[in-house]
């Protein structure tokens, strides 16, 4: 994939060549042909991020992820060499789950000194080797090394677990991720370890939330009703523009500058901000975090507000200047469907105030999350009418159009390859 330079002044999108400025095709969205060949182009080939060291604190933490568009279920183990690994959730010898509580389909977490299949009782170590067979006389010839779990790529950045489910990723993780990600190598998230989490099944295709998060454009108008009227109206009047886009590769990044809550007049401000001191900008104690990365507000506004980085396919890391930032998924279920997840991460909280602050804002950011999930459904529905085919972006949409192509590419050069066969 090309590395996207820094465009001069101007538009930004036309300085993308590549990306064009015609109306767009929601096509990829709409279509159950080409879901199917974006989950074997894109989500079993790419490096996807599954969750931080800190959900696998100790020796023999664990959990699983299901990831639906692979069609499989992967276990995350901490082994007793401190090393974290992956492996399919899938015994070798009839196929049944692995780990698994009442639910198959549902995700699980522990601590466990070996994972025994409720079926069978085979049982393997937090290494994966099979270490134990039910009546293993019984069986022909069979050799305990040859059935250990089925091992999946897992290497971690920045504390964030990434997966692979490719036979033989053709990129290293640090590679996928390029210079743009990279470059936030010393943000201090492993000191951000308070975690709240939301998950949402939402009725849309998984771009679609994407492209609701990677522009600014709608929010004086979908969001009015959470701001104060004075606020809300002289936002709708002007309008919002971000100062800073960049592409690089399959990444895209969003930088904004922001506002000082606690410093805009009473009048702008909700009761509540004031009694918790926080809201959807975060707390308003804003935790000394030290010296940022050389990879956050490249476009040095003063002040700033937020980094939004968008990292293909599925996974957003948004850091905001107060000391706190987000993680978003979104797990494809279908061509019409899939699931949303978010995490805000803050500083432990040290007393009731701290952790009242949190609360508030963790309820704010939910409230904004559905008000922006919300139109999603009835954009599906009239998507696939296909009443209207051709869609005009503006500049501000630029990272829309960047996601929507990147995936269209990943699938093209996927299968438009020769197979083995034809290549003889």
């Known amino acids: 994939m090309p590395r996207w330079p820094k465009p001069p002044e101007g538009s930004w999108t036309e300085h993308y060549s590549e990306l064009g400025t015609a109306p767009m095709s929601y096509e990829d969205s709409i279509s159950p042909e080409f879901y199917e060949l974006e989950r074997t182009a894109i989500f079993q080939r790419a490096w996807l991020n599954v969750g931080r060291v800190e959900q696998l604190p100790k020796v023999g933490s664990y959990f699983t992820k299901e990831i639906d568009a692979a069609r499989t279920s992967v ?23 692995l780990v698994w509580n009442e639910f198959p389909r549902e995700e699980t977490s522990g601590t466990c000194r070996q994972f025994t299949c409720k079926y069978h009782g085979w049982r393997y170590g937090l290494d994966g080797a099979l270490s134990f067979v039910q009546q293993e006389g019984e069986f022909f010839d069979l050799d305990k090394a040859d059935y250990g779990l089925a091992a999946v790529h897992c290497e971690v950045w920045a504390g964030f677990v990434f997966v692979n489910l490719a ?54 108008v979908l969001h009015a009703s959470q701001s104060p009227d004075n606020y809300a109206n002289a936002a709708q009047q002007a ?70 980085f968008q990292l293909f396919p599925n996974f957003v890391i948004l850091i905001w200047s107060g000391g706190w930032y987000l993680t978003y998924h979104y797990w494809p279920t279908g061509h019409d469907t899939h699931v949303f997840e978010g995490n805000l991460y803050f500083t432990p909280a040290k007393t009731p105030r701290d952790r009242l602050a949190r609360e508030m804002a963790a309820v704010t950011f939910k409230e904004y999350a559905l008000q922006d999930s919300n139109t999603l459904e009835a954009t599906q529905i009239m998507l696939e009418s296909r009443a209207v085919t051709r869609f005009p972006l503006n500049d501000q949409e630029i990272l829309l159009r960047h996601l929507h192509k990147v995936a269209g590419d990943w699938v093209r050069e996927h299968h438009d390859r020769p197979t083995e066969a034809e290549a003889r």
Request: proline content about 10%.
């Open 167 to 220: 036979p033989e990723p053709p990129q290293t993780l640090r590679e996928f991720l390029g210079p743009m990600v990279t470059d936030l190598e010393g943000y201090p998230f492993d000191k951000l370890t308070d975690r709240y989490y939301y998950r949402a099944e939402v009725g849309a295709n998984w771009k679609l939330y994407m492209d609701a998060f990677q522009e600014f454009y709608h929010a004086p």
């Open 239 to 308: 309008g919002f523009e971000a100062p800073h886009y960049q592409l690089d590769g399959p990444h895209r990044l969003v930088s904004t500058s922001g506002v000082v809550t606690w410093e805009l007049d009473p009048t702008m401000r909700k009761p509540m901000e004031d009694i918790t001191r926080s809201g959807l900008f975060g707390p308003w104690d804003v935790p000394d975090l030290g010296e940022m990365p050389v990879g956050l507000n490249p476009a040095k506004c003063d002040p700033w507000g937020l980094d939004s």
């Open 75 to 97: 276990i995350l183990v901490r082994g007793r060499d401190q090393q974290i690994r992956a492996f399919h959730n899938i015994c070798r010898h009839r196929g049944n789950k």
